[in-house]
């Protein structure tokens, strides 16, 4: 995937068994999020499961990983088409509020002889292959798939809002109940508050924090996947839209106020009319 594109996003059902890669992440965003204790409460009795803060790490055979982040993506390093089929089956029974569509992203990587990781033309070039070092690239690559998310849904928001602009340009005003329109700004706000409240896309995770010797593994691929422009691309569209819907309410209080202004002036009339009749 080019860097700063939307991953694709459709049916997990739709999908056909890709060729076999010794090499192979993939990223899936399934949900809004994962209820992360039941999940892990769950794995810790099936599986090889561990905890890391917002990440339940999962070894169920030699080289095989996978990386479950509560904000609902997983990460998946040598996973064949049936184990990834009954893994997202797992997932799907703790999501919440689950995509229809969901949004995937996939890299390959190799063992490098140089020190240090490079990332080009969707190769990670990496001198470590430790657990630690999968899961400082999976962060980044996490990051990316949830934001990919939000860029599909702020486009979809975008479609739906794209008459109004339009509708004022050619007409000079549109009839939109103030009910409807408080919904469409409440609704964009939400999606506002998601990206800056409550996935903290444009912060470095705590595990990095934690772990200030794998920041490297995590910045190259973020740069890579361009993170951070692209969530404040996100942001300044998100404002547009806020900004119109503002506007519009702006607009339908100034008409409410010119009605009431119009009723006492005819109220008025009536009563000087009545006056003058007596």
Same mark, same amino acid.
């Given at each position: 995937? !080019?860097?700063?594109?939307?991953?694709?996003?459709? !049916?997990?059902? *739709?999908?056909?068994?890709p060729?076999?890669?010794? @090499? +192979?992440?993939?990223?899936?965003c399934?949900?809004?999020?994962?209820?992360?204790?039941?999940?892990?409460?769950?794995?810790?009795?099936?599986?090889?499961?561990?905890?890391?803060? +917002?990440?339940? $790490?999962? @070894? !169920? =055979?030699?080289?095989?990983r996978?990386?479950?982040?509560?904000?609902? &993506?997983?990460?998946?390093?040598?996973?064949?088409?049936?184990?990834? #089929?009954?893994?997202? =089956?797992? /997932?799907?029974?703790?999501?919440? @509020?689950?995509?229809?569509?969901? $949004?995937?992203?996939e890299?390959?990587y190799?063992?490098?002889?140089?020190?240090? &990781?490079?990332?080009? +033309?969707d190769?990670?070039?990496?001198?470590?292959?430790?657990?630690?070092?999968?899961?400082?690239? *999976?962060?980044?690559?996490?990051?990316?798939?949830?934001?990919?998310?939000?860029?599909?849904?702020?486009?979809?928001?975008?479609?739906?809002? #794209?008459?109004?602009?339009?509708?004022?340009?050619? #007409?000079?005003?549109?009839?939109?109940?103030?009910?409807?329109?408080a919904?469409?700004?409440?609704?964009?706000?939400?999606?506002?508050?998601?990206?800056? /409240?409550?996935? +903290? %896309?444009? =912060?470095?995770?705590?595990?990095?924090?934690?772990?200030?010797?794998?920041?490297?593994?995590?910045?190259?691929?973020?740069?890579?996947?361009?993170?951070?422009?692209?969530?404040? $691309?996100?942001? @300044?569209?998100?404002? $547009?839209?806020?900004?119109?819907?503002?506007?519009?309410? =702006?607009?339908? #209080?100034?008409?409410?106020?010119?009605?009431?202004?119009?009723?006492?002036? &005819? %109220?008025?009339?009536?009563?000087?009319?009545?006056?003058?009749?007596?």
């Amino acid at each position: 995937m !080019p860097a700063g594109m939307p991953a694709t996003a459709h !049916p997990y059902s *739709s999908r056909q068994p890709p060729p076999a890669t010794m @090499n +192979n992440i993939r990223a899936l965003c399934l949900a809004e999020r994962f209820q992360f204790d039941a999940l892990y409460e769950y794995l810790s009795h099936q599986t090889h499961a561990t905890r890391m803060r +917002n990440v339940i $790490v999962l @070894n !169920p =055979d030699e080289g095989v990983r996978a990386f479950l982040f509560d904000y609902g &993506v997983c990460v998946l390093f040598h996973y064949d088409y049936e184990s990834e #089929k009954r893994l997202i =089956d797992l /997932l799907r029974k703790y999501a919440t @509020n689950p995509l229809e569509n969901f $949004v995937e992203e996939e890299l390959e990587y190799q063992l490098s002889s140089e020190s240090g &990781v490079r990332v080009r +033309n969707d190769l990670i070039d990496v001198d470590d292959v430790s657990e630690l070092t999968c899961l400082s690239l *999976s962060h980044a690559l996490a990051q990316s798939t949830k934001l990919a998310s939000f860029e599909a849904s702020i486009e979809e928001t975008i479609k739906k809002t #794209k008459y109004i602009p339009e509708t004022l340009a050619s #007409k000079g005003s549109i009839a939109m109940s103030r009910k409807k329109l408080a919904r469409e700004r409440g609704r964009v706000y939400l999606e506002k508050s998601h990206i800056i /409240l409550q996935f +903290n %896309l444009l =912060d470095t995770p705590e595990f990095i924090w934690e772990y200030p010797e794998l920041e490297h593994y995590y910045l190259a691929l973020s740069r890579y996947l361009e993170i951070a422009p692209r969530a404040t $691309v996100l942001k @300044n569209r998100l404002e $547009v839209i806020q900004e119109l819907l503002e506007m519009m309410a =702006d607009e339908q #209080k100034h008409s409410h106020s010119s009605m009431l202004e119009w009723v006492i002036i &005819v %109220l008025i009339a009536i009563e000087i009319a009545l006056f003058f009749v007596k």
